[in-house]
Every structure is written in structure tokens, then in C-alpha cells.
């Protein structure tokens, strides 16, 4: 049997209290079921647009940067102008790897070894000898400011320089770097601000060459970047002859390093040549040179066994090469003059 809802209702109380109960109560539970399902569905509704941009954000997520590979530094491996003309086919007794070798005495001119020596040659940095020569014929202020400017980066080899674009040096110091550091905007720059600007700084080097004797020598820039700049070792003996009568590129070319402010910044710049620092040496003059056309060159003017020499070395196969072939020749020098000696004892006994 089937009961209905007034069935349940025994007394006339309870009939009147179900009947304010479902006319009261029932409307506010209805509107309260309401409620909960209209904020179930705006929950819905609001998080659909969060999760739908966070989906977009994703969508548009850019992809991870590839990461950069640093290019290998492109080395220039074109044989030099001597290696092309067979030069290093030549012996001699020292088995040097120099192509060109000439060792004077400077004060009797007494040539104690040649190899190749009036071959003309690209001798690089070497050029940077004549550059101080000229400066300090030219008497001009050491303690002028000089700005490095776009006209003093390389164009020739791309070369790379610690001397940035707008640097202020003074003329002593873009000299000093030049002869001991080979700094090329050093040397451009001492050229570019020459009395008369570059071309007559470049055509007084040629006529310094000249009135040195030096026939076989050609000049077209100041930093010896330029394969251009040729010479023979005969007549750069006579080069470092002429700077070694000058004190100041005495010693600029073998002062070991120097410190020099450069805006707010202060740079450290060492010698090239590393015979300078070494206790085995008594060097006064020197300068090293290398551009791929030239190989390893290297010229000094040093004392051994109590004589003054001027050793000159170009196109050295390799970067220690014309170091080493310093070395035999300060060695057999030493071992010659040891013979000397005791050959002079014996006679004498």
C-alpha cells in the first residue's frame, strides 16, 4: 500500500506544521540547490578561460635558442714569399729553420754567417723599427695626446687590438707599445699624426732608407701589415745599426713590459720577444715581426762572448723557430770563441 504525505499526518498539529514547513523551508532549500549548481557553472566557466590561456601560452612558448658554437679561428696557412721562392731549400751549417740568416760583428763588420741574405723579403712587424726611427728623427712632443681612431683599425689582416676606438695615449706611449708590444694602431697612429699626415710619414721612411744605403728596401705603411713593406736581411742589419745609435728605442724596443692607463682602465702590455727576460741575454736593440707572407722574423742587436752582434732572421718556419736559431747561433758563437782561446793559450805555451 501506497501512502500518501497527508497518510503520515496523525494529528491536526501535525498537519499544520508540515504544511508552514514545506511552504517555508522547501522555496529556501530550492534556491540554495540553485546557487550551488549557478557557482558549479561559473567555476566552470572561469577556469576554462584560465586554463585556455595558459594552453595558449604554451602554444606560443618560443622554442629554446639554439645554442652558439664559437667559430675556430680561421688560420691563414698560405705559404710565405721565401717558403714559395725555395729558400728553405738552402742548408747551412747550423740547420737553421730561417730561410734568411745574417750575423755581423758591429763594430768590424765582420759577417760571421749569411743565408739568403740579399733575397727581399715582406718583413712584417720588423717595419715598426724604421717607424721609430723616423719619429725620433722628427724631434716632435712625447708627452702630445694622441686618440686612436677608426682610421688606425687593421683593414689589411683584420688583426685585433687592445686599443679600442677613441683611446688616448701619448705619443711616448703609442711608441713604446709600438716597439715593444708591435701594437699596430700604436704605430698607425704615430704615422697618421705625423707632421703632413701618413704619405709623408711613409714617404720619410723611404727616404731614411735611402740615405742608409738601403736599396733593397720599400716601405707603403707604418705597422708592416702590408706584405709590401720588403726588405733584405743585408740591409736591415744596417736598420738596427741606425735605431741602436737612438737610447730611447734601445730602451723602449727591450723593456720588458709596462703598464698604461687607457681611460679608466689600466692595461698590461709585455715584450714580444721573450729573450728579453731571459739571463742568458744581453740584448739592445730588438724587434720581432709576423705577418703569414713573412713567417717568424726576428732582428736584435746583442752582445755574446764579449762581442757586439747584430743578428737578423726571417721567415722562421715556426713561432719558436727564429727564438731556437737565436740560440744555436749565440751557442756556437760561445763554443767558437771558447776555441779561440785555447787555441791562442796553446800557441802562447
Same mark, same amino acid.
Given at each position: ?5 497527508? +497518510?503520515?499526518a496523525?494529528?491536526p ?7 508552514r514547513f ?6 529556501v ?5 540553485? @546557487? ?8 566552470d ?5 584560465a ?5 595558449? !601560452?604554451? *602554444?606560443?612558448k618560443?622554442?629554446?635558442? *639554439? /645554442?652558439?658554437?664559437?667559430k ?20 747551412? %751549417? ?10 755581423? #760583428? ?7 754567417l749569411?743565408?739568403?741574405d !740579399?733575397a727581399v723579403?715582406?718583413?712584417?712587424s720588423?717595419?715598426k ?28 689582416k683584420?688583426?685585433?687590438? /687592445?686599443?679600442?676606438?677613441? @683611446?688616448?695615449? +701619448?705619443?711616448?706611449d ?15 697612429a704615430?704615422?697618421?699624426t705625423?707632421? $703632413? ?13 735611402? $740615405? ?12 708592416g701589415?702590408s706584405? /709590401?713593406n720588403?726588405?733584405s *736581411?743585408t #740591409?736591415? *742589419?744596417?736598420?738596427?745599426?741606425a735605431a ?6 734601445r730602451?723602449l724596443?727591450?723593456?720588458?713590459g /709596462?703598464?698604461?692607463?687607457?681611460? &679608466? ?10 729573450l728579453?727576460k731571459?739571463?742568458?741575454? #744581453?740584448?739592445?736593440? !730588438?724587434?720581432t715581426?709576423?705577418? @703569414?707572407?713573412?713567417g717568424?722574423c ?6 755574446? @762572448?764579449g &762581442?757586439?752582434l ?12 727564429r727564438i731556437?736559431?737565436a740560440e &744555436?747561433?749565440r751557442?756556437w758563437?760561445?763554443?767558437?770563441? %771558447? ?8 800557441t802562447?805555451g
Amino acid at each position: 500500500m501506497i501512502l500518501g504525505i497527508e +497518510s503520515i499526518a496523525l494529528t491536526p498539529l501535525n498537519r499544520l506544521f508540515f504544511r508552514r514547513f514545506m511552504s517555508h523551508c522547501l522555496p529556501v532549500c530550492l534556491m540554495a540547490f540553485m @546557487s550551488v549548481s549557478i557557482y558549479a557553472a561559473d567555476g566552470d566557466t572561469v577556469r576554462k578561460p584560465a586554463n585556455a590561456a595558459k594552453a595558449s !601560452q604554451q *602554444a606560443v612558448k618560443p622554442a629554446p635558442k *639554439a /645554442r652558439k658554437v664559437a667559430k675556430a679561428k680561421q688560420v691563414d696557412t698560405r705559404p710565405s714569399y721565401g717558403r714559395t721562392a725555395g729558400l728553405h731549400q738552402s742548408a747551412d %751549417a747550423l740547420d737553421l729553420r730561417s730561410s734568411v740568416a745574417l750575423v755581423i #760583428d758591429q763594430d768590424t763588420h765582420e759577417v760571421l754567417l749569411r743565408k739568403n741574405d !740579399q733575397a727581399v723579403l715582406p718583413i712584417a712587424s720588423l717595419t715598426k723599427l724604421m717607424t721609430g726611427l723616423v719619429i725620433s728623427d722628427a724631434n716632435l712632443s712625447h708627452s702630445e695626446m694622441i686618440a686612436i681612431t677608426q682610421e688606425d683599425v687593421d683593414t689589411e689582416k683584420g688583426s685585433s687590438s /687592445r686599443l679600442a676606438v677613441g @683611446s688616448v695615449l +701619448s705619443r711616448g706611449d703609442l711608441l713604446h707599445l709600438a716597439l715593444m708590444s708591435s701594437e699596430n694602431r700604436a704605430a698607425h697612429a704615430l704615422g697618421r699624426t705625423y707632421p $703632413g699626415g701618413l704619405p709623408t710619414f711613409v714617404k720619410a721612411m723611404n727616404d731614411r732608407a735611402r $740615405g742608409l744605403g738601403m736599396a733593397s728596401t720599400n716601405y707603403v705603411e707604418p705597422t708592416g701589415l702590408s706584405s /709590401r713593406n720588403q726588405s733584405s *736581411a743585408t #740591409d736591415l *742589419a744596417v736598420l738596427v745599426g741606425a735605431a741602436y745609435n737612438v737610447p730611447l728605442l734601445r730602451e723602449l724596443s727591450t723593456s720588458p713590459g /709596462r703598464e698604461v692607463a687607457v681611460g &679608466r682602465r689600466t692595461l698590461q702590455y709585455n715584450t714580444t720577444n721573450r729573450l728579453v727576460k731571459s739571463p742568458n741575454w #744581453d740584448i739592445g736593440l !730588438q724587434k720581432t715581426g709576423y705577418i @703569414s707572407e713573412a713567417g717568424q722574423c726576428l732582428v736584435m742587436q746583442t752582445k755574446v @762572448s764579449g &762581442r757586439k752582434l747584430i743578428m737578423v732572421f726571417l721567415d722562421s718556419a715556426g713561432k719558436l723557430s727564429r727564438i731556437a736559431d737565436a740560440e &744555436r747561433v749565440r751557442r756556437w758563437v760561445e763554443t767558437n770563441h %771558447a776555441r779561440h782561446i785555447m787555441t791562442a793559450a796553446n800557441t802562447a805555451g
